[in-house]
């Protein structure tokens, strides 16, 4: 085949918890992903020239080198040049559904479309962690991209340790449609408001880490328990970035007015999201937030859990 459609699924974090400082300059940290139906699709084509190309009709979506799915086709050309020889270059269409610069791992999602679209034209077979090992030089997020689910992620976030999948819980998402969060900023304020709680030894970093494993929350994602998962997720990044932006504050106000399960800032933000018990919740909420909150430019979504990372859409 010349031509495959994937479907990269956005991801929300239920738990973020910043343990310290890296000596690669990132920080160590403890996550738990999800995986949501809310999804980008992808059509990645052999072009028969020798050039990467990028298409998307989203106009804050870059469609040179800076997009991280073309640096992800630039290195697949790096990493396997024989079959780069043979099956040449590739054109890449995004269909942007994700918001862009929202704390959803929209762009990681769509370089990880991009490896396991190439790694299917080109017939290399690899495994999802040799997949997974190609992804974490990309960015923090595209390892678990690639596999979906429910996960946690530490280290970086690139270590993968998969947990049974969730039911189908509902959610309701919220995100000013121009207000964005740089990551680099949101982990770099918190390091200078909080890098004296870092521990300095990595013993102890590891016992933070492993921590999670045995926490109230996994516990709650083994019994399948949605209330109990709406009241413990966490966010460090909350720290910094509500006291920044208080749009984003006043939206997590707000929901938690609506009696979700729970409500929290995804990622380094500025999207923010709250679990419902039943669709019919969910888009009871989403009306009711539109109404606490009459602003043109909030964009709001009802999307479920979803088992699984990039797919071949059907
Ligand atoms: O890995 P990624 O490019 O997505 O990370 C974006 C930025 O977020 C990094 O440049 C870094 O400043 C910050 N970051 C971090 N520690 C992590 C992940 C990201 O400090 N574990």
């Known amino acids: 085949m010349r ?20 000596a690669d300059g990132y920080h160590e940290l403890a996550m738990v992903m999800q995986s949501i139906s809310l999804s980008d699709r992808l059509e990645v084509r052999a072009n028969g020239t020798e050039r990467t190309q990028i298409h998307c009709q989203h106009e804050l979506v870059p469609q040179d080198s800076t997009n991280l799915a073309y640096r992800a086709a630039e290195l697949m050309k ?38 396991v679209g190439i790694d299917l034209l080109w017939k290399l077979g690899l495994t999802q962690s040799e997949l997974q090992e ?11 991209s690639i596999c979906g689910g429910t996960a946690i ?18 959610l309701v998402l919220a995100k000013y449609r121009n207000l964005s969060v740089s990551t680099a900023w949101a982990y770099q304020t918190y390091r200078q408001q909080f890098s004296h709680t870092y521990p300095s030894d990595t013993n102890t970093l590891e016992q933070r880490a492993n921590r999670v494993h045995s926490g109230a929350l996994i516990q709650a ?9 709406g009241q413990l997720m966490h966010n460090d990044l909350e720290k910094v970035v509500l006291p920044a932006h208080s749009l984003v504050d ?3 106000t707000a929901f938690a007015k609506c009696n979700p399960l ?8 500025p999207t923010v999201f709250a679990l419902a ?30 088992p699984q990372g990039i797919h071949i859409a059907q």
Request: hydrophobic fraction near 40%.
């Open 134 to 144: 190609l992804g974490a030089k990309l960015g923090s997020d595209v390892p678990f």
């Open 250 to 252: 006043e939206l997590k």
């Open 153 to 170: 992620a530490t280290g970086r976030g690139e270590n993968i340790s998969p947990l049974p999948d969730l039911e189908r819980i509902h």
């Open 3 to 22: 031509s495959y459609s994937l479907i990269a699924p956005a991801k929300i974090n239920l738990h973020l918890e910043i343990l310290g400082d890296r």
């Open 277 to 306: 018990e039943s669709k019919s919740q969910a888009e009871a909420i989403q009306k009711q937030i539109k109404e606490l909150l009459p602003h043109p430019e909030l964009d709001t979504w009802i999307a479920q859990f979803c």
């Open 78 to 115: 790096t990493e396997f040049p024989e079959a780069f020889h043979r099956y040449g270059g590739v054109e890449i269409s995004i269909d942007k559904q994700i918001p862009v610069a929202a704390g959803l791992a929209g762009g990681s999602g769509n370089a990880a479309a991009v490896l």
């Open 262 to 269: 729970g409500t929290m800032m995804s990622g380094s933000g």
């Open 221 to 229: 994602i083994a019994h399948q328990d949605a209330a109990k998962i």
